[in-house]
């Protein structure tokens, strides 16, 4: 299995652009989770989908942010306006079915990241 | 809500030598599982070792092993004979309900 792609891997924007960004899961995982990542707030979630399906999107900053899932095999992340305190990492991740009493099952794998340069 | 803390945020080892990171946590969750994940400079996220929450045994994974102490909510992690490759950043997470946390992360430097 190839993991977690992420696409692209470095993009960079000027202030006030749409960005979008692109995530592939493992194949199989029915869980799909992305995260920002900056030095002042550490890794934080900002939204998760279980099923295609968007649970919790209480971790979005604002409205400028959304996310969909269109299918099991893709997520994307959209910033519209995009603004310079919007740089950061933004990471995929998927995983299994949560199962009680079994680890292995809620590990998240992720992917490479995006690094998001906002001008 | 949940919250995890990694109250060193800079470590350093001499290699060949053994360092422990430390982390501390809180859940109201019965149920929850904890993870060390190393990030290298590459920004990859990898998993280094996880622990049952209901188990009482130590995980360890070849020179990565935990001191999980359930009443003290404390998960620090033990690397032992300490190689170059090490260095990074170890984020300490808490995964209750398939919210994961995160720590703010320490950064192990090794020095040869």
């Known amino acids: 299995d190839a993991g977690v792609i992420q696409s692209p891997r470095h993009e960079v924007t000027e202030m006030g652009q749409e960005v979008t960004l692109r995530c592939k899961p493992i194949?199989?995982?029915?869980?799909l989770f992305w995260y920002r990542q900056t030095m002042m707030r550490g890794l934080e979630l900002l939204i998760y989908?279980?099923?295609?399906?968007?649970?919790?999107d209480s971790g979005m900053p604002e409205d400028r942010f959304s996310a969909k899932m269109p299918n099991a095999s893709f997520s994307t992340l959209k910033i519209q306006p995009s603004e310079p305190r919007d740089s950061a990492v933004y990471f995929c991740?998927?995983?299994?079915?949560?199962?009680?009493?079994?680890?292995?099952?809620?590990?998240?794998?992720f992917g490479p990241g995006t690094r998001l340069t906002v001008l | 809500a949940q919250t995890v803390t990694q109250s060193q945020p800079e470590m350093s080892v001499q290699e060949a030598e053994t360092v422990t990171l430390s982390c501390t946590y809180d859940?109201?969750?019965?149920?929850?599982?904890l993870f060390w994940y190393k990030q290298p400079p590459s920004r990859q996220m990898i998993l280094v070792i996880r622990?049952?929450?209901?188990?009482?045994q130590n995980a360890t994974e070849n020179r990565f092993s935990v001191n999980f102490q359930k009443a003290a909510k404390s998960f620090s992690l033990k690397i032992s004979d300490s190689q170059l490759g090490d260095a990074a950043m170890y984020f300490c997470?808490?995964?209750?309900?398939?919210?994961?946390?995160f720590g703010g992360g320490t950064r192990l430097m090794v020095k040869p």
């Open positions: 194949s199989g995982h029915d869980y």
């Open positions: 622990q049952e929450a209901y188990k009482q």
């Open positions: 989908f279980n099923n295609n399906v968007p649970i919790d």
């Open positions: 859940t109201s969750e019965s149920d929850y599982y």
């Open positions: 991740a998927s995983s299994l079915l949560w199962v009680p009493g079994q680890v292995i099952y809620n590990e998240q794998f």
């Open positions: 997470a808490l995964n209750a309900g398939n919210m994961l946390t």
